[in-house]
């Protein structure tokens, strides 16, 4: 029982060559697109490595630069097979080829979809990759004397800055740690003694955030201490500040960045693997209709084409028998020696 | 005595020819890059025209954008006559248009040498325009509820921001203007009047700074009010400090921005000139090859190339000649009573002793 077989004249034989030819082109080019789409996510993700915790997200970029190149292979290959499609004489010599070519080019387009099902799925991980590592980056923001993490308050600015956003959940975070350091704490002030007994870890907390976390767009100059205190300054009410400082946390500007990356990335790769599957198709239909030539003296005979000569369940068996055999032969194997 | 004459035989002619031909494309290629540094140029200096005072400094774009259009068109006018100029029966369509455009090429080629420079001078203006426009954008600062300016605020921090820079020449300036508004200040407070009348115009002036301008390489946080006060802060001097603010005034920040941009766009319209220029000695030489090869007859033949027939000086006399006596056509000739009909003897050549022929004998 064959799969989707379909009868091959001559002319529908040679327009399918010319048509699989400029279509691994097409798809050579797609993959060199999705090679560079790697590239640019891996560079994005890298640029602000120093706030993520670990580097889970960056297997969507390195499957996608695998595929990218893999791809190129592929279609390159292909191009070739159906250049010499076209002369009967010379097809035959890609029959040993075929098999594992099969296996890789199979392989690798599945790899393609998964590619693009974890751009989607890793959203959680990266979230609470960026939780942990916002998270560290602010409590090291005072740190600018200790080798290895000197330039977080720098980071922190400049993200903070780049992207509107302040804190990891909200502005709130920055009330919870002491980021100014205690080399810039007059200890001998009865007002910061207080605030460092006031707590059990001794730490210098208020309510205040750094001047990155400041709103540009706002129409009075920027207030921040005493955030939660109205009556500090003239004509103010925390509650229904809107524009004074960025309200936005950092976690979820990243995510929305990110997320909004990949998914644009995403949508590009699934029509990259349409194609790369439309250009595998044809191709198994070109090898079985040509395969069905050998051996013909008139090459220019209708022949039929299919998916798969068995069924899908009988070409899954076959393929996975040998291996159950393989596993039964040591199973066997070993209640012999025990025997 | 010709101006740079060069030999030109057949072959060399043809391969001129094909040669000019692919160059006018580049050339045209090139038109192209011209207009898009010209609007590029444009979209810049717009993108901060809230920065700049009132000055024309549009007039250079504008000139580099017209320049692109019409090398463009000149030079595909050019690929087309050169194309057909491989042909000697083709180059006689071209025949009597050739020299005008040859002219009206070198003009053109004029004009993009004045483009480039004026990119060069361009700086002086900017600079003023820069100046007076930042100094207005300080001023204005704190007027974000006045249409027409409620944005100078953010456009003012988010340039100090981007361009790590603070005030017009330094951070000193934000001290000389009050850049917080009369609607926040609480004048209630005793301290707010004293300041407000410490000063002839009540103005609230105070040693401090925006936001904008903390520089975010500094190892503690930024110190924004009571800046020149070293006690006011622990461990803080303020004339040793230098962490922590930009230190570099927003207009050298602006005109060094700018300057580079006109300096590359300067230099490449200057090798554009260069490249036209010698598109244009090509084309020349071979107007004047082909029409040498047609004045002796044979298609085939080797010819002379000159950029100019006689040498420098004498073409400029005849040529204002010329231009004199377009002028003068109109005036009447006055050595015969302005009478044009009166026979004047002729000095005729008659033969090689120069005399008149023998008299017919009249028959009587």
Known sequence: MVLMKMKF???????????????????????????????????????????????????????????????????????????????????????????????????????????????????????????????????????????????????????????????????????????????????????????????????????????????????????????????????????????????????????????????????????????QSSVLVSLRYLQTTMEALAGQENTEIETEGYLLEKGVKETIMEYVTPVLVFLQLNQVGSEDTEA | MAVLKVKFTKTNRDKLAQVLWILNWVSVVTGVILFSLGLFLKVEINKRWELMAERDLHYVPNMLIATGLIACGINFLGGKICYDCADTTKFLRWKLLMLPYVICTFFFTFCILVGALMCYGMRGELEEALDLGLRDAMRYYKDTDTPGRCFLKRTVDLLQIQFQCCGNFGFRDWFQIQWISNRYLDMSRREVVARLRSNVEGKYLMDGVPFSCCNINSPRPCIQHQITNSSAHFNYEYQTEELNLWRKGCRQALLEYYTHIMQSIGFTVLIIWLFELSVLTGVRYLQTSLENVLRQGDPDSESDGWLLENSFVETARSNFNIIKSLGKCNQIDTANNGDPNINVPSTAYYGPDNLPSKQIPMAS
């Open chain 1, 9 to 275: 004249p001559f002319e529908k034989r040679v327009k399918l060559a010319q048509g699989l030819w400029l279509l691994s082109w097409m798809a050579t080019l797609a993959g060199a697109f999705t090679f560079t789409l790697g590239c640019f996510l891996k560079t994005e993700l890298r640029r602000r490595a120093e706030v993520m915790d670990n580097t889970e997200i960056h297997a969507v970029p390195n499957t996608l630069m695998i595929v990218g190149l893999a791809s190129l292979g592929i279609n390159y290959f292909a191009g070739r097979m159906c250049q010499d499609a076209l002369d009967a004489g010379r097809f035959p010599r890609w029959k040993t080829f075929m098999q594992p070519y099969w296996g890789v080019s199979l392989l690798f387009t599945l790899l393609m979809l998964m590619a693009v099902i974890m751009s989607y799925a890793m959203k959680g991980n990266l979230e609470s990759s960026l939780k942990i590592g916002l998270k560290n980056g602010i409590r090291f923001y005072k740190d600018t004397d200790t080798p290895g993490r000197c330039f977080q308050k720098q980071t922190i600015d400049r993200l903070q800055m780049e992207f509107r956003c302040c804190g990891n959940t909200d502005f709130k975070d920055w009330f919870e740690v002491q980021w100014i350091s205690n080399r810039y704490l007059d200890f001998s002030s009865k007002e910061v003694k207080d605030r460092v007994k006031s707590n059990v870890d001794g730490r210098y907390l208020f309510d205040g955030v750094p001047f990155s976390c400041c709103n540009p767009s706002s129409p009075r100059p920027c207030i921040q201490d005493r955030l939660t205190n109205n009556s500090a300054h003239y004509s103010y009410e925390h509650q229904t500040e809107e524009l004074n400082i960025y309200i936005r946390g950092c976690r979820e500007a990243l995510v929305n960045y990110y997320m909004g990356l990949m998914n644009t990335i995403g949508a590009g790769v699934l029509s990259v693997f349409l194609l």
